[in-house]
Every structure is written in C-alpha cells, then in structure tokens.
C-alpha cells in the first residue's frame, strides 16, 4: 500500500478518531491537536502497520497513547491548566489576588511539643525527615529495620496527638 492510499485509508475514520479526542480531552482545539498528532504519528510509522490488521484499533491505540504522553509531561512540568470560562484565573489581575493563611504559627510551641515526645522516637524521626532511608538509619543506630519503621510511625502518631488541638 502507498503512502497516499494509506492516509486516504487513515483519513476514512477521521469521524471516529475526531469523537474520541473530544472524549479524552474535552475541548476542540487540542482534539485538533491531538487528531493531527495522532495522524502524523500513524504515516510516520507506516511500515509497522501490517496489512489485514484492525487499522481502527491501530490508530485508536495511538491516539489513546499520544494523549497519555501528552497528560504525563503535562503532570510532570507542574503546569496550571486554567479550564474556567474565559480563563478566569490567568485573566485576574495581581492585585485582585489576595494571600490568606490560616493563622499564625506558633513555631516556639510546636517546636516545644516535638521535643517532649520520647528522644528516640524524635531521633529516628528526624533522621527520616533529613532524607535518610530505613535502611541508613537502621545501619547508623544499629537497630533492626523493622523497630526504625515503627519508631517513625509512632513519632508521628504522637508529634499529631500532641499538636491536635493546635490544629
């Protein structure tokens, strides 16, 4: 098969391809988007497709993998996707944007609680806080990992007892 009666044959389930964008993405711009990528995608890879095969399910497959692609590189650059109407939060102007805390924080009181739970349990804990692993830390205190996992744990349990009524 050629490589323009292989786009003629790709081009006959525009409808179907252009139904499942929508359905993954929601907007028709980057449906758009997405068909034509998906396009480019299956003539780039032409001479993978092998004659006889389900091309629906081909194409379908390298849509729904595209936009995965896509969605996981989105995550990963910790974008902020404005999905309001008229992109209400990129619109709003800096000095309409107002910073709320939840309060002061006492850091003398929390810092007071932390320190009158067991020293070993805070010890541990503070060791997994700094980035060591189970492991360095069982190695370091000579400790059985196991009783590592359990004192962090239960530094939590008690650090959260403590402070429940602060919070």
């Known amino acids: 098969m050629s490589k323009s009666e292989f786009g003629t044959v790709i081009l006959s389930h525009q409808s ?3 139904q499942l964008a929508m359905k ?3 907007d028709p711009e980057e449906s758009n988007d997405l068909l034509q990528e998906t396009y480019f995608k299956a003539l780039k890879n032409k001479d993978k497709f092998q004659e006889g095969t389900n091309i629906k399910g081909w194409l379908y497959t390298i849509m ?3 936009f995965i692609n896509a969605y996981r590189k989105r995550k990963n650059q910790n974008t902020f996707v404005d999905d309001t109407d ?3 939060f990129l619109n709003i102007r800096e000095t309409e944007k ?3 805390t939840d309060g ?3 850091q003398e009181y929390i810092m007071k609680q932390i320190n009158s739970v067991d020293k070993t349990y805070v010890e541990t804990f503070m060791m997994y806080y700094n980035g060591y692993k ?3 830390i069982a190695e370091i205190m000579g400790i059985p990992l196991g ?3 359990s004192r962090i744990f239960l530094a939590r349990r008690k650090m959260m007892d403590k402070l429940k009524a602060y919070r």
């Open 104 to 106: 002061k924080v006492d």
């Open 147 to 149: 009783t590592v996992k």
């Open 24 to 26: 993954l993405t929601k």
């Open 16 to 18: 179907f391809l252009y």
């Open 86 to 88: 008229n992109k209400y």
């Open 134 to 136: 189970y492991e360095e």
């Open 98 to 100: 107002t910073v709320t």
């Open 64 to 66: 729904k993998n595209t």
